[in-house]
């Protein structure tokens, strides 16, 4: 069979074609494309947040904000953290409110002696056991619970509540327990898998008690913890002012941020709420319950001019606040990075 003849080259539809040059207009293409890509999603991910973050007049200095609410909603205009700012207005999102107050005083304790660490554990959130009761673990129930939908978590260790009434019982427990508290939902009291639902009014105290009170003339307040001591005076730290010295012959107490032993002394951060109680009030011992309430509501302030560890009130820039964790209310990293940021019930913020 003969050869077919090559097609000459001034004859051919598509004249053959440089392999380098093709090679650099695809590579200039592409990078065109990944150019065109990545300005605007750098223009919509971080130029125009960076943008609105700068000309907000946020102040550098950080502020105290304090969780008062979180409510799941299922359809929501505004969210505190949502993962993809393209879609962070559809769907169900997370709504955290707070108060925002100014900070407050640091406070040096001088030569303290006879001191006491309490810590009242609470019920961590996040690794607390969940009974679900459509997976038949509320047979056994026993304690006080509270249920969301059908998912309860024992707080008998943290919490003594008080209630007269309730609704009549739930049995848990037997071939349909399971469907029967499949919507378990509020504060139920448990025993054995029967579950009565606790009735408002109820009243829900700290299980925190045997704090020792005697031969303490500090107390200081921390969130969980209570630290107490026999010291001989308190200054403020900035000014190096005397505020309150044991020739007093009363109870010094307030709730702090943070407090640390240094080598000056004990120095407590972001001081609050600062009183004095008369030697008589406090017995020997006490609980968490009773000393919260006496820092709240005692009427004798630690300084007249309310200028150290000044009322809580008197700090408040905002009540009942919508918290956003920038701007946007929402991020673009994908990392789940929000989920760490709401966990704490008082945090530091920029506003």
């Known amino acids: 069979m003969p050869k077919k003849k090559p097609i000459p080259v001034e004859q051919l539809i598509i004249p053959p074609q440089d392999g380098k040059i093709c090679g650099t207009i695809c590579l200039c293409q592409m990078t065109l494309v990944l150019s065109s890509v990545a300005i605007v999603y750098l223009t919509v991910a971080i130029y125009v947040p960076s943008s609105r973050v700068f000309q907000s007049g946020i102040t550098e200095e950080p502020v105290m904000c304090t969780t008062t609410r979180a409510v799941n909603v299922e359809n929501c205009d505004w969210g505190s953290c949502g993962e993809w700012c393209l879609s962070k207005t559809s769907g169900p999102c997370l709504q955290i409110y707070v108060n925002l107050r100014h900070n407050g005083s640091s406070l040096l304790l001088a030569n303290c002696t006879n001191t006491a660490n309490k810590t009242c554990y609470g019920i961590d959130q996040e690794n607390a056991k969940r009974s679900r009761c459509i997976a038949d673990e509320c ?36 071939r349909r327990g ?136 008197d700090l408040l820039i905002a009540n009942e606040s919508r918290l956003l964790i920038n701007l946007e209310g929402c991020v673009n990293t994908l990392r789940d990075e929000y989920s760490p940021a709401f966990t704490p019930q008082k945090t530091r913020t920029l506003w």
Not at 153 to 172: G, R
Not at 236 to 248: C, H, M, P
Request: proline share 5%; with cysteine; aromatic share 6%.
């Open 139 to 174: 047979k056994n129930l026993t304690g006080t619970f509270n249920c969301t939908q059908g998912m309860c978590v024992n707080i008998t260790d943290a919490f003594e509540c008080i209630f007269t009434e309730t609704d009549p019982p739930l049995k848990c427990s037997g």
């Open 178 to 313: 399971k469907i029967t508290c499949i919507d378990l939902d509020g504060l139920f009291n448990c025993k054995r898998g029967t579950c009565e639902k606790i009735r408002v009014p109820y009243n829900c105290d700290r299980r925190c008690v045997d704090i020792p009170t005697r031969n303490k003339n500090v107390i200081l307040l921390s969130g969980d913890k209570v630290y107490l001591s026999q010291c001989q005076r308190a200054l403020e730290l900035e000014s190096g002012e005397e505020i309150w010295n044991e020739s007093q012959d009363n109870i010094m107490m307030t709730s702090c941020y943070n407090i640390m032993n240094t080598s000056r002394g004990v120095v407590a951060v972001d001081c609050v709420n600062g009183s004095v109680l008369a030697t008589n009030i406090l017995s020997d011992l006490t609980n968490f319950t009773y000393l919260s309430y006496v820092s709240i509501f005692n009427t004798v302030p630690l300084d007249e001019k309310r200028r150290v560890a000044p009322p809580e009130p």
